[in-house]
Each structure stands twice: as C-alpha cells, then as structure tokens.
C-alpha cells in the first residue's frame, strides 16, 4: 500500500513562501524530473522523503512581460506555453521544440529545467547565451542571480530552502541586431536527450564582432563558457579569418572534457561540439549584418 505524505497546494505564492519558510519542502513544478527521480519499479508510487509543494498552478510564477528591453518568463510557465507566446525569440522555441514530446511539454516547465541543473538540460545553453538573470523570492524578499552562478553542478543549484525560482530574466532581448543560433544533436530531432547542444549569439557592428557568447551543453558538469575567449573574438572583422577560426576553436577544445556515458562517447561529443562552433563562427547569414 503506498505511503501517505503531505502534499500542499496553496493558492497564493505568499502562502507557498511561507510553508517552505516553515519547513523543508520538495517543490514541484510540471513533476516531470522529480517524478522520474523518485521513481523505484513499475507501478509503485515515487518515494519523495519530504513534504511536497506543489507551484505549478501558481499565477505569479506564469507570466511573460516585456520590461522596458528586457523579457520576463514566469518560472512555471510549461513548454507549450512559451511555444505559443509571441514574445518568446525563436531560438529559444527551436530549443523547446526539440524537447521530449507535446506530453511532457504540456507539463515541464522553463523553471523546472534550470533548477533540475542537468548537463542536458537543453533550454540552459541558450539562457546562458542570453546572460539570463533568475529572480528568486522568499519570504525575506528578492534576490537576482546570473544563471552561471545558480547552477553549481548537475543537480546542483544555490538555491536556498526557503526560496522559489520566480522569473527568468532575458535582459536586452528586445534590442535587436543580435543572431542566436541553437544546435541539438541527439538521436531524434525531438523527445531525445542530448548527446551535445550549442548556442551562440553575435552581435555585429560596422563588420566587426561587438558582442559574441558561446556556450555548449551535455559536454561537462555544466553548460562551458569562457567570457575569456569570447574577449578575444571582440573586435575582429566578420568574416572570420581562418587562422582566427583555428585559433578559437583550438581554445575550447582544451576545456571541452566531455564524458563516455549510455548517450555517447566522450571522443563523438567533442568532435561535434568542436563542429557546431565551426559551423557557428563560419556562418554565412550574419556576415551582411
Ligand atoms: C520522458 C521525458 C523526456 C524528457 N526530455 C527532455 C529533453 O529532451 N530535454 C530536456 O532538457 N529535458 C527533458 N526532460 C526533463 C524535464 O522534462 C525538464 O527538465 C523540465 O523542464 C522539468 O520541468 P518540471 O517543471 O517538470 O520540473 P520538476 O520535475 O517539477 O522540478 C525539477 C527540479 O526543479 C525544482 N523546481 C522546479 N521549479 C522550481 C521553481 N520555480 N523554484 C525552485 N525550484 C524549482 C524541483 O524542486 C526539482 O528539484 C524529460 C523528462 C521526461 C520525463
């Protein structure tokens, strides 16, 4: 016979704050990673050791608003959601789109994907491309933190007990003249985890880089960054010489260590990763720009 355990289902996020301010919760959001987590065998309910709170349904936590440049995504907004909002950018709907099937995307949520921190998670590359900002809230009152600094490892995040992921922030997104290009490559073009994803998002002026961020998922613990080779690709003239092309290429190779796991190999992972940033500096479309 399966377990009782305490579920709560509030109405407002004040009254959410306040019971995980009291005691140490599970949240969840659309449930599709908690539920796979917990999971024993077949036909036995998960076993989830603490309390639940249940989010999805609150309101605060599924808005999208435009803020001056900026986009606004409510944490519990679910996959088919943001699939149908005129103001989420296209890159980020090709991502979600590549997402498990139209079930677990009337469920999942943007929220659910950045706090379950998986290597695979395959909206964080973007969002780190997009230097997303998480507003958390508690009972205490808000704090913002880069995405980069949230997520610590995989399943991993600096989330306090108390506190709930609220918005996501895309600051500038509204500004235009920036080229986002996401890759997924897995063994579908949907309801397939990543074998390595890739985003990157240039930003051209006067035939020069102005702004360029690059960013590969499923290839280590976390998303790969570097501000510091990015840096060095400021300034340079579009097209890209090939000597520079070689030159950055050769710098992510050295801190691209993915790993050999059920999915891939570590030696496929890097080959591809190593080819959709190729692919992404070679570029034709934006050269004109
Ligand atoms: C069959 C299947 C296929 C999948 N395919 C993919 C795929 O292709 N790509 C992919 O990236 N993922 C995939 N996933 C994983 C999952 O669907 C996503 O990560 C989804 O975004 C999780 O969102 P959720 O709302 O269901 O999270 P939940 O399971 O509810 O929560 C996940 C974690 O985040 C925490 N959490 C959630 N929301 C908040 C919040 N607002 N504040 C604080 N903490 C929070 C929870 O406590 C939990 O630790 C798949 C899952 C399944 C079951």
Redesign the pocket.
């Known amino acids: 016979m399966a377990e009782k355990i305490t579920a709560y289902r509030f109405d407002r996020l004040e009254q959410t704050l306040s019971q995980l301010n009291k005691e140490d919760c599970?949240?969840?959001?659309?449930?599709?990673?908690?539920m796979?987590l917990h999971k024993s065998r077949r036909g036995v309910p998960p076993k989830i050791l603490k309390p639940i709170v249940f989010?999805d349904h609150l309101f605060e936590?599924k808005q999208v608003y435009q803020n001056q440049k900026d986009l606004h995504i409510g944490?519990?907004c679910t996959y088919s959601e943001l699939l149908d909002n005129p103001l989420i950018p296209i890159a980020l709907k090709k991502a979600i789109k590549?997402?498990?099937a139209p079930a677990?995307r009337n469920?999942?949520?943007l929220?659910?994907?950045i706090?379950?921190a998986?290597p695979?998670?395959?909206?964080l590359p973007l969002l780190y491309v997009y230097n997303a900002k998480l507003l958390l809230r508690s009972v205490v009152g808000d704090r913002v933190v880069a995405i980069n600094d949230f997520i610590q490892g995989p399943r991993r995040v600096g989330?306090f007990q108390n506190e709930?992921?609220v918005e996501i922030i895309l600051p500038s997104v509204f500004e235009g003249g920036a080229h986002i290009v996401f890759e997924k490559v897995g063994n579908r073009n949907a309801d397939?985890?990543a074998k390595v994803s890739f985003a990157g998002y240039i930003r051209i002026s006067k035939e020069r880089i102005d702004d360029i961020r690059v960013a590969f998922g499923a290839v280590g613990p976390t998303m790969v960054r570097s501000i510091d080779i990015e840096k060095k690709l400021i300034g340079k003239p579009i097209p890209l010489s090939d000597a520079d092309i070689t030159s950055i290429v050769s710098d992510y190779e050295k801190i691209i260590k993915p790993i050999d796991d059920q999915r891939s190999t570590a030696g496929y992972r890097k080959t591809v990763a190593l080819n959709l940033l190729r692919y992404f500096l070679c570029l034709k479309q934006y050269q004109s720009h």
Do not use: E, F, K, Q
């Not at 695979?120 to 909206?123: K, Q």
């Open positions: 599970a949240i969840i959001a659309g449930g599709t990673d908690v796979v989010i936590l944490a519990c590549t997402i498990a677990i469920r999942g949520t929220g659910g994907n706090c379950n998986s695979a998670g395959d909206t989330r709930i992921l397939a985890i």
